[in-house]
């Protein structure tokens, strides 16, 4: 039989039937990439509540947020974020942080930032930071996912030198019906890249998991949750923290809607 010859007609028809257009083909890798991050965001997140069961101390926090973004056009924006941390099961005021902070969108589905935090703390060591960041975003039907990796420079309070520290976020949104309210859930992992033999601890620092439900009316998002953070220290044991959150966002500028608030 000749090599060349054409394939057997019940062998191309195999090949039409699996063959999908391309935005079928694009769907399923994103399945696929979606059900890997968050089996993988399952399977840190069960290792981390195993080593949670080690001797740790408990603390019930509540933490305040506001944020103002201010569209500068559409590709840009300036933002201000402000946090207070109340700890000692909700008692007293542990820390105040300031975050201003600048975007920009080179995409629709990339977002990237430049800012600055100050974190003025009551109780321990206080931090200037500058860090850089880069969000993807994920569209599969109404579930919106968001990949962000983040790097701070930290200049930490009678610790000499820079700590640098590397932060990776995975967060899912899903609507609620037809309610106009949304669920959401995230993982946010926290390490330091170098060690300066004081303050903030080596390697793995903490491990945020959040809860959230949020509604957005316009210009302006609200959303409440529970988040448990898992938080190693360099002397004396880890720490167990119960966060509940109230956050409000709200947009202004010259852009319609909320282009920004709704991460």
């Known amino acids: 039989m000749d090599s060349r010859a054409p394939y057997p007609v019940g062998c191309r028809l195999r090949r039409a039937l699996r063959w999908k257009p391309a935005s079928e083909r694009s769907a399923a890798r994103g399945r696929v990439a979606l059900h890997r991050a968050l089996a993988g965001l399952v399977g840190a997140s069960a290792v981390l509540l195993s080593a949670s069961t080690r001797a740790a101390e408990s603390d019930i926090q509540l933490w305040p947020v506001v944020t103002i973004h201010h569209g500068l056009g559409e590709r840009w924006g300036a933002h201000l974020q402000t946090r207070v941390r109340l700890d000692d099961d909700v008692s007293q005021v542990k820390d105040v942080l300031v975050r201003p902070f600048v975007s920009w969108r080179p ?61 990776y976020r995975l967060r899912g949104r899903h609507p609620i019906g037809g309610s106009g ?44 949750g529970y988040e448990w953070q898992y938080v190693e220290r360099r002397t004396g044991p880890a720490r167990n923290l119960h966060v509940f959150f109230v956050e409000f966002s709200v947009d202004t500028g010259d852009l319609p809607g909320p282009p920004w608030s709704p991460r």
Do not use: M
């Open 107 to 167: 995409l629709d589905n990339l977002t990237l930032d430049l800012g600055y935090d100050y974190l003025d703390s009551f109780q321990s060591r206080s931090e200037h930071r500058i860090f850089q960041s880069a969000e993807h975003r994920l569209l599969w039907r109404d579930l919106v996912v968001r990949n962000r990796v983040r790097l701070d420079q930290r200049f930490v309070e009678d610790v000499d030198g820079v700590v640098l520290r590397f932060r």
């Open 181 to 224: 309210w949304y669920g959401a859930v995230s993982d946010e992992v926290f390490a330091n890249v170098n060690d300066r033999g004081e303050g903030p601890v080596s390697g793995f620092e903490q491990n945020r998991l959040r809860f959230a439900v949020g509604g957005i009316l316009g210009r302006l998002r609200a959303e409440s």
